[in-house]
């Protein structure tokens, strides 16, 4: 639950600032981004504590379509789904059969995993990004320009031009890493994979 939070809540502190960010490293992560207007993969998380030990393991399934249209479905026993149909975000906790709705707006495609599916186009104003390439590997990291905010650093990685995998690191050193395997790209996917239905008796949170 607490990466969800993070994902949904992180850019809520994001300011426009000025961008700092090399401009060829912000043109080179804006390319990769676009160039797959619809993705689907397995995912496998994985959250380890400053020090290096395991928190939480979980695996799911995700698939996204640009602009702003993602489906985020982390597998039982830890069952939670993530969807955005490009106005809202939906997320639904079954164990606690809650689903917690907030808009979707320009600040919100910033945070870390909607980013892979929204505009992508002012990603400088929120980070400072630099990158890292050897061989068919290009690793982009991407620092919040503001201190108030859930994570310090996020990494996405490239390989041969398709997501990789993506680490998000917090203040106090916590990381989670998110592999992506069978990815396939450009390939169409059902409009009913970004709807969400409020199942029947689920308790509703508007934000």
Known sequence: MRLFRMLLVTALTFS????????????????????????TARFSQLTLDGGGTQLQETSGEMALQRPGLFNWHTDAPQEQLMVSDGKK???????LEQVTIKTLDQRLTQTPALLLSGDV???S??????AKEAG????????????????????????NGVINDMQLIDSVGQRTNILFTGVKANEAIPASK??????KGADVIQE
């Open 16 to 39: 426009a600032i000025p961008a700092h960010a090399d401009s060829k490293d912000v043109a080179r992560l804006t390319q990769l981004l676009e160039t797959s207007k619809t993705l």
């Open 121 to 123: 186009s002012k990603i």
């Open 136 to 159: 068919g590997v290009i690793d982009f990291t991407l620092k919040p320009k503001t201190k108030d905010t859930l994570f310090d650093s996020l990494r996405l990685s490239f390989r």
């Open 125 to 130: 104003e929120s980070f400072d990004i630099t």
């Open 89 to 95: 975000v939906s997320l639904w906790d079954p164990d």
């Open 194 to 199: 970004f709807q969400f239905q409020i199942p």
